[in-house]
């Protein structure tokens, strides 16, 4: 039994356009979680941070007058 070149081309075709599009739509969903995690996740587990003394010292201090 021959199969025909023509049916071939048609089932790789089709086939290949569904992977594209199946893949197309798995990476919409994938983006969509990643941003919906970013907006669950923004700054309500994050310790809030002491800042440390400043070290810079100012003008005054730094070059004084004779």
Do not use: C, F, H, W
């Not at 025909?4 to 994938?30: E, F, N």
């Not at 983006?31 to 010292?57: C, H, N, Q, Y």
């Not at 005054?60 to 004779?66: F, I, K, L, V, W």
């Amino acid at each position: 039994m021959r199969v025909s070149l023509q049916v071939l081309l048609g089932l790789g075709t089709g086939s290949l356009l569904l992977g594209l599009t199946l893949g197309q739509g798995v990476l919409q969903t994938l983006v969509e979680l990643g941003e919906l995690s970013e907006e669950l996740l923004r700054g309500d587990r994050l310790p809030i941070l002491k800042a440390p003394a400043s070290t810079v010292p100012d003008a005054a201090s730094a070059n004084p007058r004779p």
